[in-house]
Structure formats: C-alpha cells, structure tokens
C-alpha cells in the first residue's frame, strides 16, 4: 500500500522569540524539517513525501527536496491555507486512493520509527491511529470564573503523525471547515467516523519555544 507523510510547516518563529520560522531553525546543523524528513525516508524508503509551507518559504523547500535528491525524488511542495485544515487539505490533493496517511507536524523533528511504523500498522487494520501520551500533570478544567480537578487518568494529549485510509481522510476533507477542527481526528469523527487511539512518544515533542530546541539537540546527541 503507498504511503504519504503530508508534513504541514506552516508556523512562524513568534513564541522561539526568533526571526526565522522554527521549522528552518538549525539543529545539529540542519533545518528542523530536514530531521522530520528524515524520519520518515529512514523508516520507509518509499514515502511519497508532501511538504506543505507558507508561498514565501518555498526556496527552503527546494533546498530541502535537494538535499534528500539522492535519497528519493518523490518530495513534493504545496502551499498552505490560512488555517490548518485548509492546509492540510491543499497537501491531500496530491494524494492518491488507496494509500495509508500521515499527517505530521513539521515541528515534531524526534519522531521515531517505532511510532511510525505503529501508525502504519494499525491503521492499515482498524482504518486509522491517533497516537496519544497519558498525561503527567495535574488537570484542571476552567469553565467561566470556576475550575475543578479532572482525573489525569482519563487525559490523553494528542500527537501527530496522525495517519489514516486515504478514502476516511480525503473523504472527511471534502466538508466545509468548522472551528472545531482542532486536528484531523475532529475533521474524520465530524463525519461519524471512529478514530482510533495508539500509544504515542514521550519523546514526540513539538518545537515551539528556545528550551525544545535544547531538548531535542540533547536527544539528538
């Protein structure tokens, strides 16, 4: 079954504190997204890889698609949306039927090929896989002025690569846009669809301020 990773870089450098987009920030010498990549080609040599960045950052795409050039030819690049759904939406156009997805935040450089490979299996078996962590800390819900405690043992936070069949994806894509849309796993239950957790990665995290960059060079080392 072919596979497509739609990697959405769409952030902008406001929490990093920085000019430059977190996405091209270096680590370990090389652009963040490039590790991302990277993850994905050394699980499976035949991803059909589908870069989705703002017009203006397009140039470091190519530089992108000329660095993994010896590796595969099969990196494309779109133009996101004005929101994330959109932008997703503009990548699944150059999906085909018949194919497994994931769609992953560029951001999330450490993902590892345990968890890609968890992905692809279950949802080649139960349709799809949102991989999900426990939470660590204590949960409060705020409702107006009040808040209580919630049992972190009923909490999940959500990760990416969120993958699915291509016929539940490019299906759920085709309703109109709600602001409930938090992630593709609200997109496809909109449509009556179960989704299906799987067990995430701590290590899966999100580069969005100076200390992830830190942690995710450690890692690295």
């Known amino acids: 079954m072919k596979k497509f990773a739609v990697i959405v ?5 406001l929490r990093m504190g920085t000019e430059t987009p977190k996405q091209f920030l ?7 997204l490039w590790h991302t990549i990277h993850s994905f080609l050394s699980t499976y040599s035949d991803f059909n890889i589908i870069l989705v960045l703002p017009q203006e950052h397009l140039e470091k ?5 000329q660095d993994f050039a010896s590796v595969t030819n099969n990196i494309s690049l779109v133009v996101g949306g004005s929101t994330r759904f959109q932008s997703v939406k503009n990548g699944l156009a150059l999906v085909e039927e018949n194919a497994i997805v994931f769609v992953h935040d560029g951001v ?14 279950q949802a080649t078996q139960l ?11 204590s949960i409060r819900i705020v409702e107006g002025n009040t808040h209580a405690v919630a049992n972190r043992n009923d909490v999940r936070i959500i990760q ?15 309703q ?7 992630d593709e796993a609200t997109v496809v239950e909109a449509t009556g669809q179960q989704v299906f957790l799987c067990d995430g990665d701590y290590n899966n995290i999100k580069i969005t301020r100076p200390v992830d960059l830190l942690v995710a060079k450690s890692y690295l080392e």
Do not use: W
């Open 9 to 13: 870089a769409g952030g902008s450098g």
């Open 26 to 32: 270096l680590l370990n010498n090389k652009p963040v």
């Open 61 to 65: 795409g190519k530089e992108l698609q």
């Open 108 to 121: 999330r450089c450490l993902v590892s090929s345990d968890l890609i490979e968890r992905c692809y299996t």
């Open 127 to 137: 349709g799809s896989a949102i991989p999900a962590v426990a939470a660590t800390d």
């Open 160 to 174: 990416t690569p969120q993958t699915f069949l291509s016929n539940i994806l490019l299906a759920a894509f085709n």
């Open 176 to 182: 109109p846009y709600q602001d409930s849309f938090t």
